[in-house]
C-alpha cells in the first residue's frame, strides 16, 4: 500500500522562528490534508490540498503531486502552534479512507 | 454551528468487556469515519458508514462493528476488549464526494 512520510519527526523553534514541514507519498493521491492535533487530541483540518499552493494567514502549503510531495510552511510561530501535524492522503483509485503519516511534534518555546 | 461531538470523551475498562462509543457529525455532513490512533502514531482507518451501511473498512477485527442512524449519527462498538485495543478513538464526518473530514475530539478509551 501507499507509503507516507513525514520530516522531521520532531522540531523544536524559538517563538517568531519559520518552519518547513514535509510529507512524501509513495504513489499517486486524489487527496492530500495537512492537521494539527493540538496537546488535548482535536485534529484541526488545516489545509484540503491535493495540488497547487494554499495561504491561510501564518500558514501556508504546497503539494507537488507530479513529484509526490508536499510542503507545510509555519511562518512567525507561535506557542499555540505546538502540537504534532499530520499529513494524510487518499491513494488514486481509492474512496473515503484516508492514511496518515506518523506526524511531526512541534514544540514552540516562548 | 456544532462541529462533531463524541462521548464519552474518557473510558475505562477492563479486558474482555464490550464498549460503545458515539458520534455526531457535523451539520450537514452524511458521512462518519471512525479512526484509532495509538500513542504516538498517526489514527488508523477503522470503517466508515453512508446510507446506514458499511461503505469501507479498514484492517481491524471484526470485534470492531458499528452502526449509522437515520440522523447520520454513528456508534463503534468493540467486543471481548484487548489491552490493545487502549487507544483514541477519532470519529470524523464528511459529505460524500468531498473527503474534506473534519474530527471530533476524540474518546479516551483505557483497558486494563
Known amino acids: 500500500g501507499i507509503q507516507v512520510e513525514q520530516s522531521p519527526p520532531d522540531l523544536i523553534l524559538q517563538e517568531g522562528a519559520n518552519s518547513t514541514l514535509r510529507c512524501n507519498f509513495s504513489d499517486s493521491v486524489n487527496n492530500l490534508q495537512w492537521f494539527h492535533q493540538n496537546p488535548w487530541g482535536q485534529l484541526i483540518n488545516l489545509f484540503y490540498i491535493p495540488s497547487g499552493t494554499k495561504q491561510n494567514g501564518r500558514l501556508s502549503a504546497t503539494t507537488v503531486a507530479t513529484e509526490r510531495y508536499s510542503l507545510l510552511y509555519i511562518s512567525s510561530s507561535q506557542t499555540t502552534d505546538s502540537g504534532v501535524y499530520f499529513c494524510?492522503?487518499?491513494?488514486?483509485?481509492?474512496?473515503?479512507?484516508?492514511?496518515f503519516g506518523k506526524g511531526t511534534k512541534l514544540s514552540v518555546k516562548p | 454551528d456544532a462541529g462533531v461531538t463524541q462521548s464519552p470523551t474518557h473510558l475505562i475498562k477492563t479486558r474482555g468487556q464490550q464498549v460503545t462509543l458515539r458520534c455526531s457529525p457535523k451539520?450537514?455532513?452524511?458521512?462518519v469515519s471512525w479512526y484509532q490512533q495509538a500513542l504516538g502514531q498517526g489514527p488508523q482507518f477503522i470503517f466508515q458508514?453512508?446510507?446506514?451501511?458499511?461503505?469501507q473498512r479498514g484492517n481491524f477485527p471484526d470485534r470492531f462493528s458499528g452502526h449509522q442512524f437515520p440522523n447520520y449519527s454513528s456508534e463503534l462498538n468493540v467486543n471481548a476488549l484487548l489491552l490493545g485495543d487502549s487507544a483514541l478513538y477519532l470519529c470524523?464526518?464528511?459529505?460524500?464526494?468531498?473527503?474534506?473530514?473534519?474530527f471530533g475530539s476524540g474518546t479516551q478509551l483505557s483497558v486494563l
Open positions: 494524510a492522503v487518499i491513494p488514486g483509485g481509492s474512496q473515503g479512507n484516508l492514511i
Open positions: 470524523a464526518s464528511s459529505f460524500l464526494g468531498n473527503e474534506k473530514l473534519f
Open positions: 458508514y453512508y446510507e446506514e451501511e458499511e461503505r
Open positions: 451539520s450537514g455532513h452524511d458521512t
